[in-house]
């Protein structure tokens, strides 16, 4: 099977419609939360509004912070992203995650796609523990040379197993096993067209109930081709 190839307006499309899906809840919950709030008969209701508004507010600000730093251009400074800021955007997202987060990530630039593609394997790296767990985030290597590591398990107590997220190794891979690519799929698609881009090969998988995702520079040779 060949790599799919998406027009740059398919691609922006699907990516929209990806961020319209994570911020409909969160914003048809503030809405919700307002009108219960501008209702005089149900102000026994009021305190529970408030907090279904802040709790809806902080989603809609971490799915946001996210999708400009990982999808969007984030920067017109220059092409290179300092991973505070990663660090940043990464633990507002993971206040809304069920997982915790660990960062092992030196302060360093990176060229502003490989800074997307870190962030992209750090969301699917926290759903691969979806009831709970922890994820750890780190790089190695040399300047131009970086390896990026995610790991993460489960917590044993919610008895849910670690997991690859579902029919993301072939989004992945550029080669989805519907053998096509629509809204649902286009993040981890979007993935590995940035690790293409960056000239970085990735492995995903499990090993002794352990996640794992890497990306690692491919060998000179190897990306000339």
């Given at each position: 099977?060949?790599?799919?190839?998406l027009?740059?307006?398919?691609?922006?499309?699907?990516l929209?419609?990806?961020?319209?899906?994570?911020?409909?809840?969160?914003?048809?919950?503030?809405?919700?939360?307002?009108?219960?709030?501008?209702?005089?008969?149900?102000?026994?209701?009021?305190?529970?509004?408030?907090?279904?508004?802040?709790?809806?507010?902080?989603?809609?600000?971490?799915?946001?912070?996210?999708?400009?730093?990982?999808?969007?251009?984030?920067?017109?400074a220059?092409?290179?992203?300092?991973?505070?800021?990663?660090?940043?955007?990464?633990?507002?997202?993971?206040?809304?995650?069920?997982?915790?987060?660990?960062?092992?990530?030196?302060?360093?630039?990176?060229?502003?796609?490989?800074?997307?593609?870190?962030?992209?394997?750090?969301?699917?790296?926290?759903?691969?523990?979806p009831?709970?767990?922890?994820?750890?985030?780190?790089?190695?290597?040399?300047?131009?040379?970086?390896?990026f590591?995610?790991?993460s398990?489960?917590?044993?107590?919610?008895?849910?197993?670690?997991?690859v997220?579902?029919?993301?190794?072939?989004?992945?891979?550029?080669?989805?096993?519907?053998g096509?690519?629509?809204?649902?799929?286009?993040q981890?698609?979007?993935?590995?067209?940035?690790?293409?881009?960056?000239?970085?090969?990735?492995?995903?998988?499990?090993e002794?109930?352990?996640?794992?995702?890497?990306?690692t520079?491919?060998p000179?040779?190897?990306?000339?081709e």
């Amino acid at each position: 099977m060949d790599i799919i190839e998406l027009k740059a307006t398919d691609l922006a499309a699907m990516l929209c419609s990806r961020v319209c899906h994570d911020l409909i809840n969160p914003i048809g919950a503030i809405g919700n939360g307002l009108e219960v709030l501008s209702d005089p008969n149900q102000g026994e209701m009021a305190e529970g509004a408030r907090d279904l508004i802040a709790s809806a507010a902080k989603q809609s600000r971490a799915k946001l912070e996210f999708a400009r730093l990982a999808y969007g251009a984030s920067s017109t400074a220059g092409t290179d992203i300092d991973t505070r800021e990663c660090e940043r955007v990464a633990r507002i997202l993971f206040e809304i995650e069920k997982a915790d987060l660990e960062w092992t990530v030196p302060l360093i630039l990176l060229p502003k796609h490989k800074a997307k593609l870190f962030m992209n394997m750090l969301l699917i790296a926290a759903g691969s523990v979806p009831r709970g767990g922890t994820v750890t985030a780190s790089i190695t290597g040399a300047t131009g040379e970086e390896k990026f590591e995610f790991t993460s398990k489960s917590d044993p107590e919610k008895r849910q197993k670690t997991l690859v997220p579902s029919g993301s190794t072939g989004l992945l891979a550029g080669m989805p096993e519907e053998g096509s690519v629509d809204a649902r799929g286009i993040q981890p698609f979007y993935t590995g067209l940035l690790a293409r881009m960056t000239d970085m090969e990735l492995n995903i998988g499990l090993e002794d109930d352990m996640f794992f995702f890497t990306a690692t520079p491919k060998p000179a040779a190897a990306a000339a081709e």
